[in-house]
Nanobody, 125 residues
Framework: QVQLVESGGGSVQAGGSLRLSCAAS????????MAWFRQAPGKERDFVAA????????YYADSVKGRFTISRDNAKNTVYLQMHSLKPEDTASYYC??????????????????WGQGTLVTVSS
């Protein structure tokens, strides 16, 4: 069973940058699709970015394209979300998720098998 722990959240001013990390334990995530979602207060959880097991394919929500980059280091069993040009509307709890299926199948289904507890990102204007 995979366990996921996010870190790197915090408070930043608009225009700033943060890098979130998602450390996996329990088993290797090298064959898993990994993704980031976020949930703002009072809103539904939204997809942010996903990456295939090899790292060759990445997927982004339109709202973060060109500003956020998802990457992974399978040797470290860790996934990252580099966030630049942050905006107040990026304020949310960010969740890491993992699923053993192909990313297209995962994103189409909207369901991922394993979730972390989240890390809070607050962007002030």
């Amino acid at each position: 069973q995979v366990q996921l722990v996010e870190s790197g959240g915090g408070s930043v001013q608009a225009g700033g940058s943060l890098r979130l990390s998602c450390a996996a334990s329990g088993r290797t995530i090298s064959s898993y699709t990994m993704a980031w979602f976020r949930q703002a207060p009072g809103k539904e959880r939204d997809f942010v970015a996903a990456i295939s097991w090899s790292g060759d394919s990445t997927y982004y929500a339109d709202s973060v394209k060109g500003r956020f980059t998802i990457s992974r280091d399978n040797a470290k069993n860790t996934v990252y979300l580099q966030m630049h040009s942050l905006k107040p509307e990026d304020t949310a709890s960010y969740y890491c998720a993992a699923d053993p299926r192909d990313p297209v199948v995962v994103l189409t289904s909207g369901y991922l098998e394993v979730w972390g507890q989240g890390t809070l990102v607050t962007v002030s204007s």
